[in-house]
């Protein structure tokens, strides 16, 4: 009988979070502008890079590489960036701007089951991204896998941790949706570019490429070239990954506000 009754619960508790869950993948299924931006957008920038001819011919300034090789990652990253840095938080701090997370503290689901499928959903939905811009690389422009899968995957997952977290962050410090987006836009615009988005980290001067080795997904951008060209990634740049999570992650747990 002692047994009997935290198995039960723990059954209970597991079904709330398996409830709340499916509610959020349902919910996200019915954003067209989340599923365009983090599932689409990145793919479909890739298929127009790759559309310029200029871009599929390789470069010396890139040792070699194409245009498009070198997107690959960034792509990547791009829709880790939309989902952690722009959709998350509009949703999590609407949900405390409308008293959702309020009713639920009353409830026996608890406010961090959802903040737990929020992270589930938008890092599944990231990694799915991911998944994609892979894919139409490698179909549509011969753009070589990854040489070191394992070592990308570690970056990876990595990456789509660091921007959760931040994304926890910006909805900690966001009393409103509209300080959400402008807390998310400003800090949208300096993570595209250290993601190379505008200017491939390859190319970037020394300097420059030391200190944006130092952001998220800075880091993130050299560990995930160094696995798509066979190499493990370098540790120094996982350390880097490792440190903004333990941060970003303490920074929003005292941060964070269920009201």
């Not at 200029?54 to 590489?65: E, K």
């Not at 499928?117 to 549509?140: D, F, I, K, N, T």
Request: charge should be positive.
């Amino acid at each position: 009988m002692s047994t009997a009754v935290p198995r039960t619960v723990i059954q209970r508790t597991a079904l709330r979070r398996t409830a709340v869950l499916h509610t959020e993948v349902r919910l996200f299924r019915r954003e067209p502008g989340a599923l365009f931006w983090i599932l689409l957008f990145p793919p479909l920038l890739l298929v127009i890079l790759g559309s310029v001819p200029s871009f599929r011919q390789p470069s010396a300034d890139l040792g070699g590489l194409r245009t498009v090789d070198v997107y690959v990652p960034v792509a990547v990253l791009l829709g880790l960036i939309v989902g952690g840095l722009q959709s998350m938080p509009q949703t999590l701090t609407g949900y405390r701007e409308r008293g959702i997370l309020r009713r639920m503290s009353a409830t026996p689901v608890r406010p961090s089951v959802l903040l737990s499928a929020q992270m589930l959903v938008y890092g599944g939905a990231s990694l799915a991204s991911a998944l994609l811009v892979l894919a139409v690389g490698r179909l549509g422009f011969d753009v070589r896998l990854p040489g070191q899968p394992f070592g990308y995957l570690v970056a990876l997952l990595l990456a789509v941790l660091a921007a959760l977290a931040l994304g926890a962050v910006v909805s900690a410090l966001s009393p409103t949706t509209k300080i959400a987006g402008a807390i998310g836009s400003a800090v949208f615009f300096p993570s595209m570019f250290c993601a190379g988005v505008w200017v491939p980290v390859q190319t970037m001067p020394d300097v420059l490429a030391r200190i944006v080795g130092r952001t998220p997904f800075g880091a993130a951008a050299q560990a995930l070239n160094q696995a798509a060209a066979g190499h493990w990634p370098g540790w120094d740049h996982l350390g880097v990954l490792v440190m903004w999570i333990l941060l970003l992650t303490g920074a929003a747990s005292r941060w964070f506000r269920w009201e």
